[in-house]
């Protein structure tokens, strides 16, 4: 099931004479993590920006699933909300005057005559706000400036501020840029949350381990250009072979690749594939001095995908 289909979108800055999204069609799968990398410049923040329907005059489709309402902005409305990289809350008020000046924004207009209602909707109110302080383990600082909160806080006061919307969507632009790894650690656990909570996310980082734990899929971008890989595909075993001495390419299998006179790679789409490649090099007359095996790391794949955007 996917939450969001882009269709050749492509987006060019007026004051700029090169694209900055260049023809991107991807899907984006529901309740999953789906992480954007790629170097500064390669079109992440245009992208996300185009997606949480701030871009004027794109080219191409974006749809989200289902889609809200008659068009992008509609939709956006009633199912995304964003984490973005800069601090988005009022300095000099609390976090619960924050969270709660936030949620009156995300409020129904009420008529005058609907007073039973409209007390109704701030105790429910109250307790979503209670359950957001608790989720993004602000209790102890609720009643504190944000202001005067660390950069670990801050960064989780962002998130908990686009909780109030209960989003179905959630974008995150680098949410743990600049944070001690405690605070890290806990942004990291809330995405997992999320995740089961069947959230769909997009999150952006610099950090690929972050990346590597807890992504689904991955779009690496580069230059306007998008790849897209699905991180839960067994297409991400890759064996290493050292022989003890030169072999005569001849007599191995097609798809190992030689990387010198003694040592060789190979590409498996799946466990299968690399049990008969250990059968076969158990039965072969070969001497081996080394052999290992390893999932694709986000790292590889990134320096990978970048090489492939390049050409």
Same mark, same amino acid.
């Given at each position: 099931m996917n939450a969001i289909?882009? +269709?050749?979108?492509s987006y060019k800055y007026s004051n700029n004479d090169y /694209?900055?999204?260049?023809?991107i069609s991807l899907n984006i799968k529901a309740h999953a993590c789906t992480g954007i990398i790629g170097? +500064? *410049?390669? *079109?992440?923040?245009?992208?996300i920006s185009a997606?949480? *329907?701030?871009?004027?005059? /794109? =080219?191409?489709?974006?749809e989200y699933q289902p889609m809200v309402g008659s068009n992008l902005l509609d939709a956006v409305k009633a199912q995304v909300a964003l984490v973005p990289q800069e601090y988005a809350f009022y300095p000099q008020l609390t976090v619960k005057q924050n969270l709660n000046y936030f949620i009156s924004l995300c409020a129904k207009n009420k008529s005058s005559g609907q007073i039973s209602e409209q007390s109704s909707e701030q105790k429910s109110d109250k307790a979503l706000i209670n359950d957001i302080i608790e989720q993004c383990v602000l209790t102890t600082v609720a009643n504190s400036r944000a202001s005067k909160l660390s950069g670990g806080y801050k960064r989780r006061l962002n998130i908990a501020i686009a909780l109030v919307k209960?989003?179905?969507?959630?974008?995150?632009?680098e949410p743990t840029v600049g944070i001690d790894p405690e605070s890290r650690a806990i942004i990291i656990n809330l995405l997992e949350q999320f995740k089961r909570q069947g959230k769909t996310l997009l999150f952006t980082s610099h950090m690929l381990d972050e990346v590597e734990k807890i992504c689904d899929d991955v779009i690496v971008l580069r230059e306007g250009k998008a790849v897209f890989n699905e991180q +839960?595909? =067994?297409e991400n075993l890759l064996l290493t072979i050292t022989f003890a001495q030169g072999v005569e390419t001849k007599t191995l299998p097609e798809q190992y690749q030689q990387l010198s006179q003694q040592h060789f790679q190979v590409k498996l789409n799946s466990a299968v594939e690399l049990n008969e490649q250990l059968m076969w090099l158990a039965n072969s007359a070969m001497t081996i001095t080394n052999l290992n095996y390893s999932a694709n790391s986000v790292d590889r794949l990134y320096q990978g995908k970048q090489a492939e955007l390049k050409t």
């Open positions: 289909k882009i +269709n050749q979108l /694209y900055s999204l260049a023809d170097p +500064n *410049g390669a *079109g992440k923040s245009t992208f997606l949480c *329907g701030l871009l004027d005059d /794109y =080219q191409g489709t974006i209960q989003p179905t969507v959630l974008f995150l632009d +839960n595909s =067994q």
